[in-house]
């Protein structure tokens, strides 16, 4: 795991997602998936770029398939944006940096997104 990246499982997910000071940004992913390992090197970046302020987290879906049903996770990568314990922004699929950058941009600053 990167060294900005937390790995989170179902036992953990509650304590350091939902309950987490900040926002907690979590990438749904499984090792099989093609786009998942796109997705991979491009939130290890944001993770450093954002380190003290937005926790980036990522969840195997298949070796933690109760979260990932509890939250409707149907297709990966799907990385999903938490804030005081509920999803408020997200991406389906493979993104480049600058979208996640936007959308975490966003976020700090207290701007609602469009279309959501």
Sequence with gaps: ????????????????????????????????????RMVGPVLEKVAAQYAGRVTVAKMNVDENQQTAMRYGIRSIPTVALFRGGEVVDGVLGAAPAQHFTKMLDDHLAGVAPEGN
């Design 1 to 36: 795991m990167a060294e900005h990246i937390k790995e989170v499982t179902d036992a953990t997910f509650e304590q350091a997602v939902l309950k987490a000071e900040g926002p907690v940004l979590v990438d749904f992913w499984a090792p099989w998936c093609g786009p998942c």
